[in-house]
T-cell receptor
Framework: DTEVTQTPKHLVMGMTNKKSLKCEQH?????MYWYKQKAKKPPELMFV???????INESVPSRFSPECPNSSLLNLHLHALQPEDSALYLC????????????FGDGTRLSIL | AQRVTQPEKLLSVFKGAPVELKCNYS??????LFWYVQYSRQRLQLLLR??SRESIKGFTADLNKGETSFHLKKPFAQEEDSAMYYC????????????FGAGTTVTVRA
């Protein structure tokens, strides 16, 4: 299995809702990432997990809460989001060693009403 | 700090013509450089990485440390090369987080 799988593919939620995005990989990668991508813009890093521990938080608002339950899973819990949070949320993973690329999932397209 | 600059937002070429996408970077240390491609409605996927020095889909990229550049080239563009291309940099000192350039949209016309 050489893929990063993200669910759901699409999500529409109100500003008072609580929802979660899920990311899964079975490549044995110990680094996992969350990115936010707006239309026609590059991905922007949100969080980095290394060996299931949060190592980087790029000053992301607390309404986004990441979680890494085990080495294969990464969640992003959402609460009280704003319309400007509508975007494509990408998950990626990276294997160990020099020059390893990040592998991206298809993303979850999130719309906030 | 790590930074990637792609000076061209849009690039339009005719089929069979050469295409070159520019990428310059800034990083204090030994960077890892990548080119990612995003075709319409598809996931972001790796095209090339500097460490492998290979040719994928006819594309090549050479890391020039003196000019801090990693330009992407293809001698004969094809219509299926139309896509968004991102140059990206990562490094050990930043947990290998990827910093992307702004991206270049390539359109290959028949």
């Amino acid at each position: 299995d050489t893929e990063v799988t993200q669910t759901p593919k699409h999500l529409v939620m109100g500003m008072t809702n609580k929802k979660s995005l899920k990311c899964e990989q079975h490549m044995g990668h110990r680094a996992m990432y969350w990115y936010k991508q707006k239309a026609k813009k590059p991905p922007e890093l949100m969080f980095v997990y290394s060996y299931e521990k949060l190592s980087i938080n790029e000053s992301v608002p607390s309404r986004f809460s990441p979680e890494c339950p085990n080495s294969s899973l990464l969640n992003l819990h959402l609460h009280a989001l704003q319309p400007e949070d509508s975007a494509l949320y990408l998950c990626a993973s990276r294997g160990s060693g020099q020059g390893q690329p990040q592998h991206f999932g298809d993303g979850t397209r999130l719309s906030i009403l | 700090a790590q930074r990637v600059t792609q000076p061209e937002k849009l690039l339009s070429v005719f089929k069979g013509a050469p295409v070159e996408l520019k990428c310059n970077y800034s990083y204090s240390g030994s960077p890892e450089l990548f080119w990612y491609v995003q075709y319409s409605r598809q996931r972001l996927q790796l095209l090339l990485r500097h460490i492998s020095r290979e040719s994928i889909k006819g594309f090549t990229a050479d890391l020039n440390k003196g000019e801090t550049s990693f330009h992407l080239k293809k001698p004969f563009a094809q219509e299926e090369d139309s896509a968004m291309y991102y140059c990206a940099l990562s490094g050990k000192s930043s947990d290998y987080k990827l910093s992307f350039g702004a991206g270049t949209t390539v359109t290959v016309r028949a």
